[in-house]
């Protein structure tokens, strides 16, 4: 399978932000126990790229992982040199598409509009990035695809258990989850519990 075909059939993006490597790597041990595989670590969080080579070195294959917030093609190609299988950002950069490209990495851009995410497809993204979803809804996904039904789109933002499906059911092809996943806080036992729990109800929620 490709890194995109993963990425649809777990359906499913984490999102580590904030956490040093060490952190990053209990938090990633925590879901990946959990059966969630399906990973990112954003950039605008302490020694990002170093936790991007600690986190593929740890679980290699068991998982897919994808360093988030790259901006410009400097940090995509530390990131794709420490192990990045995918590359997100909160914008589009058609220097880091063509870049991406060029190393056979997946590049998913973030747009918000029709028109970002069309010309960002047309411009040869694989998969293009909802952000942020949160305050758009499912609703707008459903309408987005309507005309446009070959896009592949990841709503990122606002995504729970509780709405997951109706973004699946509006043309998802994946979600990217963040605070509903992984809270903020001091990483100990219980936070680790939190993380298993919470990463296991979004399972069920998908059955």
């Known amino acids: 399978m490709t890194v995109l075909e993963r990425i649809k059939d777990h359906r499913m993006i984490g999102i580590l932000r904030g956490y040093d490597t060490e952190d990053a790597l209990k938090i990633a041990g925590a879901l990946v126990d959990s059966g969630f595989n399906v990973i ?3 950039l605008n969080s302490p020694h990002a790229k170093a936790t991007v080579k600690a986190i593929k070195e740890e679980f290699g294959d068991g998982i897919v992982l994808g360093a988030g917030t790259v901006l410009n093609t400097e940090d995509a190609g530390d ?3 420490a192990g990045a299988e995918f590359l ?3 914008v589009y950069s058609k220097e880091v598409l063509e870049f991406s490209g060029d190393r056979g990495v997946l590049y998913i851009p973030g747009c918000y509009t029709p028109t970002e995410i069309y010309n960002a497809h047309a411009a040869g993204a694989g998969m293009i990035k909802v952000f942020p979803a949160g305050g758009l809804g499912a609703g707008y ?3 987005v695809l309507a005309p446009m039904n070959e896009l592949v789109l990841l709503p990122t933002g606002g995504v729970t258990p509780g709405n997951i499906n109706e973004f699946l059911d509006a ?3 994946a979600l990217g989850i963040s605070s ?3 809270p903020k806080g001091k990483v100990d036992g219980s936070l680790l519990e939190d993380v298993r729990t919470r990463a296991i109800k979004f ?3 998908l059955e």
């Open 180 to 182: 509903a996943l992984v």
């Open 203 to 205: 399972r069920e929620a």
């Open 79 to 81: 990131c794709i040199d």
């Open 171 to 173: 043309g998802a092809a």
């Open 40 to 42: 990112e670590v954003a």
């Open 141 to 143: 996904i459903k309408d």
């Open 88 to 90: 997100l950002s909160p």
